[in-house]
């Protein structure tokens, strides 16, 4: 099982990134994706999760409205495009699988997810 992140950089607030998750190694229908992220001294947080097979998505609060998610099955990928970014956006971002996903409650729980990419890191400054 893998999943690899790319698309990350560094960029200036306001502006946007489009983030992508390819997956290989699992039925990718079976499995629900999630993006987390993780800033220096702060715990993990999701942000989002999608299950194609489901026609289902999930946003943190925090999103409000900045944040989509998107997949595309044929190319196993699963995208996050970020907009208007702050400062605080600045984090790696981490895409992860499970198949264990239930509801809402359990999209943005880091322990439910059992496969995870390295990460992609995201810095916004001017």
């Known amino acids: 099982v893998q999943l690899v992140e790319s698309g990350g950089g560094l960029v200036q607030p306001g502006t946007s990134l489009k983030l992508s998750c390819v997956a290989s190694?699992?039925?990718?229908?079976?499995?629900?994706i999630g993006w987390f992220r993780q800033a220096p001294g702060k715990v993990r947080e999701g942000i989002s999760a999608?299950?194609?097979?489901?026609?289902?998505?999930w946003y943190a609060d925090f999103v409000k409205g900045r944040f989509a998610t998107s997949s595309d099955n044929a190319k196993n990928t699963v995208y996050l495009q970020l907009n208007n970014l702050k400062p605080e956006d600045t984090a790696v971002y981490y895409c992860?699988?499970?198949?264990?996903?239930?509801?809402?409650?359990?999209?943005?729980?880091?322990?439910?997810?059992?496969?995870w990419g390295q990460g992609t890191q995201v810095t916004v400054s001017s």
């Open positions: 992860a699988a499970s198949a264990r996903i239930n509801s809402n409650y359990d999209a943005g729980l880091s322990v439910k997810y059992d496969y």
């Open positions: 190694g699992f039925v990718f229908d079976d499995y629900a």
């Open positions: 999608i299950r194609s097979s489901r026609g289902s998505t």
